[in-house]
């Protein structure tokens, strides 16, 4: 069957079709039912005069309604003995082509497009109300004959319903404003949570013609963050310039060294806070910039080391007195002389007079001068020499003992170099017992921080501290889909006393400081904690360490102190 109209004008006049039943049964009812898909018909419908005969109607749909084009479909006259109609007659069911051309103007294409795709909602594991959360899209250039719109949500996970509003705009547009019922943040708990919900728009009611582009799967997050004063508490300090910090658990109190050139109060000096308040109770002023400490695990000798001087500074603790000072002498550079600075420095387990320091370079990273032991201010005699001519500065951890110190160690030419190297110490001084080289791997390493048995690295990957195997990895949430991750580590803390793992972290997106807690040995995710716009001191490196019994502290932002079973 074969008609045509042109848009403006009215649609072609309906066509009826006879229908004759052959050997129709005497007795019974017989039932009928019409199908059709597409847009060029409006309406098909059957009229019985009786038991074998009838008229099959079909009326078109207007022209301007479809605009100009060619439009073909396939009406279905099936005739059966029973409702459900499974039992046909014969030659059912019955096919009639429907060829429409239309002529004049044609229908400009629907378009949609979602404003700021994903949805997304933040919240507190405090919070135990039900929530919602919007998404709003436009449809453009919507037919006279108007649209279909379907919504599919997976089953079961965080969306309980969805529901959706529509409006035109001045323009004609329509928008679309779906909103999502959440469960409770308080009862999925802390962390990061993905779903997602499938819209198709269509012509036609069964969604046999959908708009070009359809259907879209649109994803929501829910981002549910541990709640302070409850699952934790925090303190901090705005002093400007601490560089870095360290914990003694004899006093309980918290030090930090800082750089010079920054207000007035703590400028190159070593201070001591009060981890439970944030209060800075004393400091010792060295009039130098220092950029690194470390305590003694006895908690009777602190050091700080001096950004830009060949020096490590020792005061006595907890009263803050100079002690010695410990030279790292120099080097012979193309230009003269230049000095040794700590770029790290980790006092031994169990001996306070011995002191590891990653020697570094004060006009850049990339110049490492080794490791060397120190015996108070004594250098011991066999020194760890650069891995390469451009080195990084070395990062370096203790074992549980004094006998075993870690180091991860990057040179990136002359030659290209990376491994983790187990090292010897003794009265002699240090030597390499057992190197993993990791030229070429897509591990970057970075800090490493030894804890009952295992390394981690700022890189997230876990190795066991003995044979170098990788025995996990921390994955980053996702917390939305931006590509790549905009999640990157700024530091890894292990706390293997309360089972997890503290990784500090920032949001290139958000530009916020988010603090991620990982179960051990699990590795699995069970805390995020928003610190708010991260606003960070690009002359501060930024270390995390424990503290008391449930406690982690940093110096980002100022010195942030935090406590509790999360």
Known sequence: MSVSGQTGNAAPASVNIPITIANAPSAGTLYSTVTYGGDSVAVGAVNWQSKSSGALTIAFALPSQLGAGSFSETISLNVCTDSACAHPIAGAPASISVSYTVTGSALPPVSFDFLNPPASFAATTSETSPESTNLTFYIRNVPPAGLYLFLTQPRGGFITGVSDTVERDSAGDIIVTLTFALVSPASLGSGYFNSSVSVDVCYDQACNRPVAGSPVTVPIYYEVNLTQSIEYTLVSSAMGGLSDVAYDSASQKLYATSLAGYPPGASGAVV???????????????????????????????????????????????????????????????????????????????????????????????????????????????????????????????????????????????????????????????????????????????????????????????????SGAVVGQIALPDPGNVSPNPFFILCVTPDSTNERVFVLTRNRQTSRLVLLVYALPSLALRGTIDLGYDSFDVNVTTRMILWGSQGVAFNRNGLQILSGTF
């Open 272 to 466: 001591q806070f009060d981890p439970a308040t944030g209060t800075a109770l004393n400091q010792a002023t060295i009039n130098d910039s220092l950029a690194t400490i470390a305590v003694s695990e006895d908690g009777t000798l602190l050091y700080a080391g001096s950004q830009t001087n060949p020096t490590v500074y020792r005061l006595t603790l907890p009263n803050l007195q100079t002690d010695i000072s410990i030279p790292l002498g120099s080097i012979s550079t193309p230009g003269g002389s230049d000095p040794n600075v700590a770029g790290q420095m980790a006092v031994a387990p169990g001996q306070a007079h011995t002191l590891a320091v990653a020697l570094a370079h004060p006009t850049g990273p990339n110049f490492s001068q080794g490791i060397a032991l120190f015996d108070d201010a004594t250098e011991l005699t066999q020194a760890l020499t650069p891995l390469g001519r451009y080195a990084s500065a070395d990062f370096i951890t203790w074992s549980a003992t004094a006998s075993t110190l870690y180091a991860s160690r990057f040179s990136y030419q002359a030659p290209q170099d990376q491994e983790i190297d187990i090292l010897q110490a003794n009265s002699s001084g240090l030597s390499v017992q057992t190197a993993f080289n990791l030229t070429g791997s897509s591990d970057t390493v970075g800090a490493i921080v030894y804890d009952s048995g295992n390394l981690y690295e700022s890189s997230g990957v876990v190795r066991d501290a003995a």
